[in-house]
């Protein structure tokens, strides 16, 4: 079945650690991005990837990095700098080229802070 | 400003019960609007969407949303509620007027249903 896989389920984080959450499709979109859950809050865009090799940030990118060097991949780097980690972090995807195309979301990686 | 205001963070219905969301939207352009819907621990699963032509749009699980382009509402409605409705709801839209194409979401709603 096509779809998106977010790694790990659940990730802890020590002080001054960065850590990668994964993220991986198989719907062959050309669009990616990666959403921030905080309770009450909504998701908010982290950043976006519309092709390879390109993303732009979106409203909460401080504190975070992303590469997108394979279609099926884009990675979400949370770095030291992100002083307020703890979140549910969500994957996307989509077909780029019409914009009412839906995202398709990831079961989400639930990372904590050690 | 926000441009997705959700009215209600909770709601609470009995089963059986008409089930009203509601949802605003603040554009100068009419946005592509979305409801999505969330389980606990789980990803986002699209209810429906509205880009253009009819204005009432039938999604899964019997939803129903209609754009009202006077209000500038989009809320999200069901004749009868169910026990396995009781969820968490989005509001989500494409702004037009800018040169984004991600969503923009609401804060969302979460409705309990009661037996």
């Known amino acids: 079945d096509g779809g998106i896989t977010q790694s790990p389920k659940y990730l802890f984080r020590k002080e001054g650690q960065n850590v990668t959450l994964s993220c991986e499709q198989n719907?062959?979109?050309?669009?990616m991005y990666w959403y921030r859950q905080d309770p009450g809050q909504g998701l908010r865009l982290i950043y976006y990837s519309q092709i390879v090799n390109d993303f732009q940030k979106g409203d909460i990118a401080e504190g975070y990095s992303v590469s997108r060097e394979k279609k099926e991949s884009f990675p979400l780097t949370v770095t030291s700098a992100q002083k307020n980690p703890t979140a549910f972090y969500l994957c996307?995807?989509?077909?780029?080229?019409?914009?009412?195309?839906?995202?398709?979301f990831g079961d989400g990686t639930r990372l904590s802070i050690l | 400003a926000q441009s997705v205001t959700q009215l209600g963070s909770h709601v609470s219905v009995s089963e059986g019960a008409l089930v009203l969301l509601r949802c605003n939207y603040s554009s100068s352009v009419p946005p592509y609007l979305f409801w999505y819907v969330q389980y606990p621990n789980q990803g986002l699963q699209l209810l429906l969407k509205y880009t253009t032509g009819a204005t009432l749009v039938k999604g899964i699980n019997g939803f129903e949303a209609e754009f009202k382009k006077s209000e500038t509402s989009f809320h999200l409605t069901k004749p009868s509620a169910h026990m396995s409705d009781a969820a968490e709801y989005f509001c989500?839209?494409?702004?037009?007027?800018?040169?984004?194409?991600?969503?923009?979401f609401g804060s969302g709603t979460r409705l309990q249903v009661q037996p």
């Open positions: 719907l062959n979109h050309d669009a």
């Open positions: 996307a995807s989509s077909q780029s080229g019409f914009d009412g195309q839906p995202q398709h």
């Open positions: 989500a839209v494409i702004l037009m007027d800018t040169g984004r194409r991600a969503l923009t």
